[in-house]
């Protein structure tokens, strides 16, 4: 297992592709740690790289008036 911060778009692509590989792997294992630390990873650049900012609450209000009819 090489950990190590995801910086760039590359790393980011790899560290998802490594996650996909051991996303069912059993809690306490080399593997499940290392899914753990990925997931950490990938959160932190997701947020710095991908922020998604709050809706406009009336808009909001009005989408899911939609969505009930």
Known sequence: MTI????????YQMAINRMKAIF???PRTPEGDE???LG???DKYEQEHYQIDY????EAIKF???QLG
């Open 24 to 26: 069912d792997s059993q």
């Open 64 to 66: 899911r008036m939609e």
């Open 55 to 58: 809706p406009d609450p009336i």
């Open 40 to 42: 950490i990873l990938i």
């Open 35 to 37: 899914l753990e630390v």
């Open 4 to 11: 190590k911060p995801i910086k760039t778009k590359k790393d």
